[in-house]
């Protein structure tokens, strides 16, 4: 175990699959452009290269790429910058093994920081989630851990599909126990970050340590609350929240996306449809307030799902039904 | 570096495939008629390109790569696909090429080289300078083909795309077959370079590498001019852009229509948007198929009797396809949940 930022675990997670396979490819913009960088000193530039600022071209040579047999990891540093290539993300890698009858795989990585509330104002500051996880075909991943972080990126490289990894910009520094040698985190598997037995509460992302926080400010008055962070989000792992809920019968679900545009509100019409006669009280979603992202501090706060609006969720959520 | 022109044997094979990918259309086309509704969606046919098709992949090898676009019907069958399969997946059946799954746009055949069609304009292009930068990495002189129209050329993903190639000097040839058609708008009505009246290829020049235009219905002019660009791509010389100039003698597709409403080919925009019969008509006199066959027998390379013996076989070969398929099952319903991941 080394203690390790978040964004050295991810680089970790890339090597230890670069090394053991040499069809993976790393390569984005502004990266790889002396003989100096990391990766370019350990894989070449057969590898590892620089691109313009073209991702629609990024995201489509990765795609025939992985179509002819490699394993494409593409940096795209910002989930917005995939905004600008949509059809690459959503109309093409997800499609063509179903197109084709099962003739191709197509293997490949989206990496890229979301959620950066740290003054980024209006386009850098999206938690774009929920727009990746209903395309079928997609796999998305959202580690809230360093330890995840390395574990999952290098699952995402092993996997055969297209998978969007989807990193917290507030988490790029926080470090955390990451396990040395090779380290691979299962999709699908939520993990339980807190045990409690009076309240549920999901999040991903940065609203992980949020809640957990939270968590442990309502546990100073007797109020135990379980946290849970699927950490990939398709495929989602339902089977650990109705098992919670069905142990607590209270389910707060935190998000930093706008109201209409979580999975927080995918995960709420599961748990009303397959969990409801564990249900004690509706099920509450804490998300952002129905905003862009605004620049100034405080206001970027005010919109933002804060430790006080999860408390005062779980507090709801316990007074409310029966 | 000069281009070794067909042997008479190639010519032939040329020709043959030529005959085969007009033949499949052609009964493509008359499907709407013969078993109305068996068709569904929307089909857009080869015709009018096949000497731009046949002379360009007749350069390919084992190891190469071809990626096209929604109008993919030609060059799986130039590849060797089988054309009941083909044919039965145009039909959504189980025993289609891509099990019903992908229909008459995203015909595919891995094992054949031809490695993905997008349905989405020059979404494509992207797709196979990926596949050459793993042909560059294998390093055994393969090279990718990559089809697209002259409508893709005014998106973003070419530009983006032969920008990188160029950059990365990609063992790619783009070969757009200019059709002088974006659907039913005019080239010049959209193109810059076009309503000034300079070639498409032109816009090779930006990304600093070869751009050259070929008269797309003459084969032996296609297979001289893409053998160029292959050779130099195996050379490890890069990218060029060819612009082979054709004309797509049926309508851009058959009629959009919801269910309820038969489908069929209406005839070429030239004629009902534009007005311009003479010169569909023209075009007709121009059709590269029997201009070709005129071509063969005049220099000796073939005679009539034996062109019409292949052209017999031909249409057999195609027939067996259409009663294959028509009587190939549906696929299971559960099949539909197949494939969605790997």
Redesign the interface.
């Known amino acids: 175990m080394a203690q390790l930022p978040f964004i050295a675990a991810i680089d970790a997670g890339i090597h230890q699959e670069m090394r053991r396979d040499p069809s993976v ?1 790393y390569f984005g913009q502004n990266l790889a452009t002396t003989e100096n960088h990391p990766f370019v000193a350990a894989y070449g530039h ?2 590892v ?1 620089v ?2 600022i ?1 991702e ?15 394993r ?1 990891v593409v940096e795209l540093y910002m989930a917005e910058f995939m905004l600008v290539a949509m ?2 993300v959503l ?2 890698a997800p499609r ?12 490949l990585v989206l990496k890229a920081g979301f959620g950066f509330a740290a003054g980024w104002a209006g386009q850098h500051t999206g938690s774009l989630t929920a727009l990746f996880m209903g395309v ?2 997609l ?1 998305v991943v959202v580690p809230s851990t360093a330890a995840d972080a390395k574990g999952l990126m290098a699952t995402a490289i092993r996997d ?2 297209p998978v969007v990894f989807l990193h917290h910009y507030l988490l790029t520094l926080e470090h955390g126990e990451v396990p040395d040698g090779e380290h691979l985190v299962p999709f699908g598997k939520a993990e339980i970050r807190r045990a409690g037995g009076d309240v549920t509460i999901v999040a991903t992302g940065w609203m992980v340590p949020r809640s957990l926080a939270a968590a442990e400010k309502l546990a100073a008055e007797g109020i135990q609350a379980e946290v849970i962070d699927p950490r990939t989000v398709a495929p989602l792992d339902l089977a650990t929240i109705l098992k919670s809920v069905a142990k607590t019968g209270r389910l707060v679900l935190v998000d930093q996306a706008p109201r209409h545009a979580t999975v927080a509100g995918i995960i709420a019409g599961d748990v009303a449809e397959h969990g409801f006669s564990s249900l004690k009280a509706p099920i509450i979603q804490v998300t952002a307030r129905d905003a862009t992202v605004p620049y100034s501090e405080p206001l970027e706060a005010y919109v933002i799902p804060d430790e006080e609006r999860i408390i005062a969720a779980v507090r709801a959520v316990l007074k409310a039904g029966r | 570096m000069s281009v070794q022109p067909p042997n008479a044997e190639r010519q032939i094979w040329i020709f043959t495939h030529m005959l085969r990918v007009r033949e499949f259309e052609e009964r493509v086309k008359r499907t709407f008629t013969e078993h109305p509704g068996v068709i569904r969606g929307h089909t857009h046919l080869a015709d009018g390109a096949e000497a731009s098709i046949v002379g360009t992949l007749s350069h390919f090898r084992a190891g190469d790569a071809a990626l096209a676009t929604y109008r993919c019907h030609g060059y799986p069958l130039v590849l060797g696909s089988d054309p009941k399969a083909m044919m039965a997946e145009i039909y959504g059946r189980a025993d289609g090429l891509c099990k019903g799954l992908g229909g008459s746009m995203h015909l595919t055949d891995v094992k054949r080289g031809f490695l993905g069609t997008s349905g989405i304009v020059g979404a494509g292009i992207p797709h196979a300078a990926g596949a050459a930068w793993a042909a560059q990495i294998r390093g055994k002189g393969e090279v990718v083909f990559c089809f697209f129209g002259d409508g893709a050329s005014k998106q973003g993903a070419f530009h983006e795309t032969l920008n990188i190639a160029s950059l990365w000097k990609l063992p790619v040839i783009f070969v757009m077959e200019n059709n002088g058609y974006n659907v039913v708008t005019t080239t010049a009505q959209e193109d810059a370079n076009a309503a000034n009246g300079e070639p498409l290829a032109i816009k090779a020049k930006a990304y600093a590498m070869p751009g050259v235009t070929v008269d797309g219905a003459d084969p032996l002019a296609v297979h001289a001019t893409v053998g160029a660009a292959v050779e130099r791509a195996r050379a490890g010389g890069g990218p060029t852009l060819v612009e082979s100039k054709v004309y797509r003698l049926s309508a851009h597709g058959n009629i959009i229509a919801p269910p309820g409403v038969p489908l069929h080919y209406p005839e070429h925009e030239a004629i009902t948007v534009f007005g311009k019969r003479e010169e569909y008509e023209a075009a007709l006199r121009g059709d590269p198929v029997p201009r070709f066959r005129a071509t063969l027998v005049k220099s000796g390379v073939l005679s009539g009797a034996k062109a019409d013996e292949l052209a017999a076989q031909v249409a057999k070969e195609m027939d067996t396809a259409v009663s294959f398929a028509v009587k190939s099952p549906f696929p299971k319903l559960e099949s539909a949940l197949d494939n969605v991941y790997a």
């Open positions: 490819l057969e590898r290269r691109t313009p073209s629609t071209a990024e995201i489509g040579i990765a795609i025939g790429a992985a179509m002819a047999g490699l494409p059809d690459q109309n093409e063509f093994r179903y197109m084709s009858g099962g003739q191709v795989k197509v293997p079928p075909g796999k055969d599909n």
